[in-house]
Each structure stands twice: as C-alpha cells, then as structure tokens.
C-alpha cells in the first residue's frame, strides 16, 4: 500500500526517493515515433525486464502516454508496480498503477514509503526524461542506455548529450545492432554547499559568546558557490518567504531606512531591532521606532552623506554607489572595481546594528556576456540570515544583469564568523534530514521596460516552479 503525498507532507522525515533512468535510443536520440517504439529487440526488451523487475519490489516511473504505449496485455508490468504520472486521471479510476499529477510529487510520495519497494526506475516518455535530468539528477543513481546504430526518424527525444559526460560503471557492451552503456551520474543539488557548511559548523565550531547573549558554535573564513546562470537559489529544505526577500531588496535599492514601510507590506525582519526598547539599548534614543538608521540602503544610494533620521530626503546628497555600480560595469565592464560597500566606519554607532553583509562585487566575463557577484559578510546567522542574504544578491546579480544586458552566472559567498545560534539546533536537526528540492527560476515581467535599477517594481518579478519541505521556526537572537 503507498500513502497519499498529502498524508505524508505532514512529517518532517521524508525524503524524496533516489532512482535510476533506463531508456532505448536510436541513432538520433530518439525514443520514439508516432507514438510507438520504431524498433523491436527482443534483446532489449529482455534487458528492460530483467533490469527493472529484480526480485518484484520495484517501481516504475512512465507518463501516461507511455503507459498508454504498452499493449493492453502486458498493463500493467508484471512484477513490478507502476506509477504513472497524470494530470488528467484520477487514482479511483486507475487502481492497477499508482497515479501522481507530477513527477516532484511521485518522488516525494514514493520516498515516504522507502521500505516498500527495493529500486525505482525512470522509463518515459519524453516530457518525463526531460524533467529528470533537468531537476532531479541530484538523485539518480545509476543510468542505463541502450543506443541503437540505425536512425529511425523518432519524434520523440531523451536528452542524451546532457549525460554524455558522466563516469560510466563498466565499458560499454558493443553488439551488431546497438551498445549498451551504464552511466554513474554525479550531480549533487548546491544546496548542500549551505546544508554541509552548517553542519559543519555545528560540528567543528568553537563556542562563542555574542553581543545578543545567547550562545553560538562559530568558525571564521568560509564559502559556498552557487550556479545561477539558470535557477535562482531559494533553499527549499524550509519554506522561504521570498516575496519577503524581494520586498526588503527593493527598500534597500530605494535608500529608505523606515522599516514601518516594510511593516506595512508584511514584512517584519527588521521589527525586533527597531523598537523603542532595542533602539534607546543601542543609544538612539533620538531616532523614532522603525528607523534603522544609515544601513544598506542609505550606504548604497547615499554614501557619505550625513543622517539625520528616517524622514528626511536624501535625493541628490551623498555618492550614489549602486548607479556608480552599474554605470562602471555599463563602461569600463573588465574593471576590477565593481565594488559597493555597506561599511562606513563612522556611522557604525548610528546604525541600529553594524551591517552583517558588508560588501559586493560583481565581475564581467572576458566574453562580456556574463556577470558574478562575491558577496563577503563579516556576520552570518546560518539558520535564519544566510537563506535570505544568498536569495537577495543572487536576485539582486539577476537585476544588474538584464539592465547591463548580461547573463547571471555565479554567485560566491565569503563569511567571516560563520555561526549557528544554539537556541537553533533543534531546527536544524530536523532541516538537515530534509533533502532538497529543485531551486526555482527567476524572470521579469514588463521585461523590456526595465532599463535603470529604479524602473522594478515588487509585481515584475516571477519566481516560478518554487516548492520546499514546510517551513521550520525559530527565534531570531537580537
């Protein structure tokens, strides 16, 4: 018996199941034509059977059309149970296979259920090949093609120049009319750069004391790397509100310092560090509640100028860091002084806290056609800060690269006191038995509207295909 996703969705330690792809190709790449299988092997028929039965507790993955494919006799597969991926058809209708709308879903629900079965196979169609090795190579474990010599015309492909790179288990079994291959792919999700790195600190980090009073385990000098050039790192291992992360990206880009206007869209981060209680404890007993004084905001747009609080206009004052920015990447793209900093000494003592992350630099490619950005920040709260500061840049790389008619491709974080909060702990024990889902991509409506950092708006930006484990809580240290 297999447990309803919405049942299982319910608990904290499941998994999404890991698998193997086995698929026939011709020539071409093709899978198929017309609907049908062009070519008929008994030797590779054998070798599907043999291959996905093993001792009758295995799983097969397929779409509806190609389990529509197979002759009425042989459906369902025998000794193996099939599932098929359907929108369109409803699991009372359809109880000899198990029906899932999607493949994210059939992976999830198959992973709360580990001990009843032994493999999983992947076998089509073509949609369904496409989406794996798009998303989900991060849990494939092994690869099994047989190429056909002989082009049949298919019109139906598997994406077989995507795998071609990847270690292969034993040398390829060459006969006269096709070669087997068996592939050991090794993608790993990035997300695991963050996961890894904060288990690490928990396990090697020393035991520090802090400004909030409540304990860390912290190690200093770390890094992780993201490829961004197309999915948008948004860690899934717990719900991120990313509508949050774009709404407090655009205040900075604005150069406000009135948080009460990020309270006002829902957006409550910075509420514990604004309040009359936290500001008259920092000193600032002249500045009114919600005004986070000359942050990353004002440093951006405003460097240099003097603050004097929340409700003044700063236009025209101070050096306007961000349009330098972009001006410099725009004229001079192989400077290496793309730099833009939140760090002004001397204004420290009238900020509501010292900026965490403290300085960004964005490169051009030799080809000029991509942008980095390497972000250091001196203080990241592993749990709760770095999800939302890794988001942010990436996002704001994003916006920088289609005003400069570029292409995101990496974002690099550098962290000095890398740190886990011990009130913590218990949170992330339950994030790190998660694992994680693909990252979502980024895009622009009004696209070719947007020429200047100030023409986004909170409603031009899509994150599409965004879906995570529940979200986990925990008490911010201030």
Request: with cysteine.
């Amino acid at each position: 018996m297999f447990i309803n996703l919405n049942i299982i969705l319910k608990y904290d330690n499941m998994s999404l199941a890991r698998f193997s792809i086995i698929v026939a190709i011709d020539a071409g790449n093709g899978i198929a034509k017309d609907g049908q299988i062009p070519w008929n092997s008994k030797a590779d028929q054998k070798y599907f059977r043999d291959i996905t039965m093993g001792k009758g507790r295995n799983v097969v993955i397929m779409g509806r059309v190609t389990y529509e494919a197979i002759p009425v006799q042989y459906r369902p597969l025998q000794g193996r149970r099939c599932v098929v991926i359907s929108r369109s058809w409803s699991q009372d209708d359809h109880s000899e296979v198990i029906t899932y709308p999607s493949l994210l879903e059939a992976l999830a629900g198959l992973g709360g259920n580990m001990q009843l079965y032994d493999d999983i196979f992947i076998c089509g169609g073509e949609q369904v090949y496409s989406e794996t090795i798009k998303d989900y190579m991060y849990l494939c474990n092994k690869i099994h093609v047989t190429r056909f010599k002989t082009d049949y015309d298919c019109d139906q492909l598997f994406p077989f120049d995507e795998i071609k790179g990847c270690p292969t288990a034993c040398e390829p079994a060459r006969m006269r009319e096709y070669t087997r291959f068996v592939y050991l792919p090794s993608y790993d999700h990035s997300e695991y750069s963050y996961l890894n790195l904060m288990e690490k600190v928990i396990k090697e980090g020393e035991s520090r004391t802090n400004r909030t009073g409540v304990i860390t385990q912290s190690l200093f000098g770390t890094k992780m790397e993201y490829d961004i050039s197309d999915r948008l790192p948004v860690f899934t291992t717990k719900k991120l509100d990313y509508d949050s992360i774009i709404k407090e990206l655009l205040f900075f880009i604005s150069g406000q310092t009135d948080t009460k206007r990020l309270e006002e869209q829902g957006v409550k981060i910075w509420e514990g560090n604004t309040t009359r209680e936290f500001l008259d404890k920092r000193n600032l007993s002249s500045y009114q509640e919600g005004d986070m004084g000359p942050m990353y905001g004002f440093q951006w747009r405003h460097w240099g100028a003097s603050y004097n609080g929340c409700d003044e206009d700063y236009t025209g004052k101070g050096m306007d860091q961000l349009q330098t920015l972009i001006a410099g990447i725009r004229e001079e793209p192989h400077s290496r002084r793309h730099v833009m900093s939140a760090w002004s000494a001397d204004q420290i003592d009238d900020m509501v806290l010292a900026p965490c992350h403290v300085l960004c630099q964005f490169n051009v490619s030799a080809d000029r056609k991509y942008l980095d950005c390497c972000l250091y920040q001196r203080s990241a709260d592993m749990f709760l800060g770095i999800p939302f500061n890794v988001a942010s840049y990436s996002i704001l790389t994003y916006m920088i690269a289609h005003i400069t008619n570029l292409k995101p491709r990496k974002f690099t974080h550098m962290m000095g006191d890398t740190h886990v909060y011990t009130t913590h702990l218990d949170a992330i024990s339950r994030q790190l038995k998660r694992i994680p889902r693909p990252f979502p991509r980024l895009s622009f409506r009004r696209a070719t509207k947007i020429n200047e950092i100030d023409d986004f708006s909170y409603t031009d930006f899509i994150i599409d295909g965004y879906t995570s484990w529940p979200r986990i809580r925990a008490q911010m240290a201030v």
